[in-house]
């Protein structure tokens, strides 16, 4: 089971979805991964795209996020994130959104709202990853989404090599951990 690692939910036990269909973050990468953005984390918009079971968002708002969208369209998932959403007591029920749809219409419909996020964290379905990078990416861009200093970061497998730059994003670092990457872009276009 997925836990809450640090900050004001330290130790909430989180539910993940059963079967195959989604693949939770293990604690050793979500450790690994808020240790290399614990400085970014506070009072940043976060959005996290396939959210699976909502633990890495919970997380970051835990460590002090001023807001966190989760983004899923499973049904399955969308009942764990609710679930795990009230396992945690929010100060103020705005500073965590579940957007229980496809990652396309809602970067659409944040881009029509004309919202920005400092930090937009995707872990896909790994053998989706390349596409999904691809696609997405060019969505962000489009409806211009990262604020100015943000970056996205893309949990992934071994096997895939993200490109060093797609739709005006470069990539600045890539960690390993066993069969999981995390890799890191930053704008290279607008203050990049």
């Known amino acids: 089971m997925p836990r809450v690692v640090t900050g004001r939910f330290r130790g909430a036990i989180l539910q993940a979805p059963e079967g195959d269909k989604t693949r939770p973050t293990t604690d050793k ?106 696609e997405e990416t060019k969505l962000i861009r489009e409806y211009g989404l990262l604020a100015e200093g943000g970056m996205i970061i893309l949990e992934h497998d071994r096997d895939f090599e993200p490109p060093e730059e797609l739709n005006g994003f470069k990539r600045v670092r890539s960690c390993s951990y066993g069969i999981t990457v995390i890799t890191f872009f930053r704008d290279f276009i607008v203050g990049g």
């Not at 970067?107 to 379905?125: C, S, T, Y």
């Open 29 to 134: 990468v979500k450790e690994a991964l808020f240790s290399i953005i614990q400085c970014d984390v506070p009072d940043a918009e976060f959005l996290d795209l396939y959210a699976g079971s909502g633990q890495i968002g919970i997380e970051a708002l835990s460590r002090g996020a001023k807001r966190v969208t989760l983004v899923e369209k499973s049904g399955a998932a969308a009942g764990i994130i609710t679930k795990n959403i009230s396992k945690i007591r929010l100060d103020d029920p705005s500073e965590l959104r579940f957007c229980k749809s496809g990652v396309s219409q809602a970067l659409e419909r944040f881009g029509q709202a004309g919202e920005k996020f400092d930090i937009v964290f995707m872990d896909p379905p790994y053998k989706d990853a390349p596409m999904r990078l691809e």
